[in-house]
């Protein structure tokens, strides 16, 4: 992977398709963390890669590389600042590009086999870091929410698939989401749902993979974040089925 960089202070560094960012969470592991900026990335254009590695010289930092330079822009201005595991994120245009971009438009050069071995090194360490055990949330964000409701009244039918209800529940501040990658965790969902107005949780039911609740303090906040993510896509198998819970 190419030595990506950032922008020194005072300089103008032309817009492109990368964007660096700072401030970030150094506590988070390194797989929640690129998890999690794909899935508060994506609504702004198709995401080629997330990087993030967990060399000291590079905590608390992470690049998003966007398939269409008009992605970043929107991406820069709108979540400039954006409270991201309770640290406003910093955000600029990198300073290089990755490797994956460089290719694309043939700009490409290779390094000397030294600098390529101690990538393929930094690689390998992350990959050992992204599988080891307790992967999982945030410790602040661990098990928030409360008992879930009984199974016989989750809106949920056995299959590989999540159904839909027989009968549509009436508009209330509570949506029923479905069709999520089994990935998705409460704080990915959370990023996305916090967007807008009167949000108050996550829940997920760890028995059934796929789906979750998200509550807002009244019918109209929850319709019109319903409205905003139907469709949305955390994975691009994965569009998003949200309707109102069932209460």
């Given at each position: 992977?190419?030595?990506?960089?950032?922008?020194?202070?005072?300089?103008?560094?032309?817009?492109?398709?990368?964007?660096?960012?700072?401030?970030?969470?150094?506590?988070?592991?390194?797989?929640?963390?690129?998890k999690?900026?794909?899935?508060?990335?994506?609504?702004?254009?198709?995401?080629?890669?997330?990087?993030?590695?967990?060399?000291?010289k590079?905590?608390?930092?992470?690049?998003?590389?966007?398939?269409?330079?008009?992605?970043?822009?929107?991406?820069?201005?709108?979540?400039?600042?954006?409270?991201?595991?309770?640290?406003?994120?910093?955000?600029?245009?990198a300073?290089?590009?990755?490797?994956?971009?460089?290719?694309?438009?043939?700009?490409?050069?290779p390094?000397?086999?030294?600098?390529?071995?101690?990538?393929?090194?930094?690689?390998?360490?992350?990959?050992?870091?992204?599988?080891?055990?307790?992967?999982?949330?945030?410790?602040?964000?661990?098990?928030?929410y409360?008992?879930?409701?009984?199974?016989?009244?989750?809106?949920?039918?056995?299959?590989?698939?999540?159904?839909?209800?027989?009968?549509?529940?009436?508009?209330?501040?509570?949506l029923?989401v479905?069709?999520?990658?089994?990935?998705?965790?409460?704080?990915?969902?959370?990023m996305?749902?916090?967007?807008?107005?009167?949000?108050?949780?996550?829940?997920?039911?760890?028995?059934?993979?796929?789906?979750?609740?998200?509550?807002?303090?009244?019918?109209?906040?929850?319709?019109?974040?319903?409205?905003?993510?139907?469709?949305?896509?955390?994975?691009?198998?994965?569009?998003?089925?949200?309707?109102?819970?069932?209460?």
């Amino acid at each position: 992977m190419a030595e990506l960089t950032a922008a020194t202070p005072g300089t103008d560094i032309p817009q492109n398709q990368t964007i660096y960012i700072n401030n970030l969470n150094e506590k988070i592991k390194l797989d929640e963390l690129k998890k999690s900026l794909k899935a508060v990335f994506s609504q702004f254009g198709k995401i080629v890669e997330v990087l993030a590695f967990k060399t000291l010289k590079h905590k608390g930092q992470a690049w998003v590389v966007f398939e269409d330079v008009s992605s970043a822009p929107s991406a820069l201005r709108q979540m400039q600042g954006f409270p991201f595991y309770d640290k406003p994120m910093r955000i600029q245009y990198a300073k290089t590009k990755s490797d994956v971009v460089a290719k694309a438009d043939g700009t490409f050069v290779p390094r000397e086999k030294r600098k390529k071995s101690d990538d393929r090194g930094r690689k390998k360490k992350d990959q050992h870091d992204a599988n080891q055990p307790g992967m999982g949330l945030h410790p602040a964000y661990t098990s928030p929410y409360g008992a879930t409701p009984p199974l016989s009244q989750l809106p949920y039918m056995a299959g590989s698939k999540a159904a839909m209800p027989e009968a549509p529940a009436p508009p209330n501040n509570i949506l029923f989401v479905q069709n999520l990658p089994h990935q998705t965790t409460p704080m990915m969902l959370q990023m996305l749902s916090c967007q807008y107005p009167g949000f108050k949780e996550v829940r997920m039911v760890e028995a059934k993979p796929g789906i979750a609740f998200v509550e807002y303090e009244n019918e109209i906040q929850s319709t019109v974040a319903m409205q905003a993510l139907q469709g949305f896509k955390i994975t691009a198998d994965n569009p998003m089925l949200i309707t109102y819970a069932k209460k």
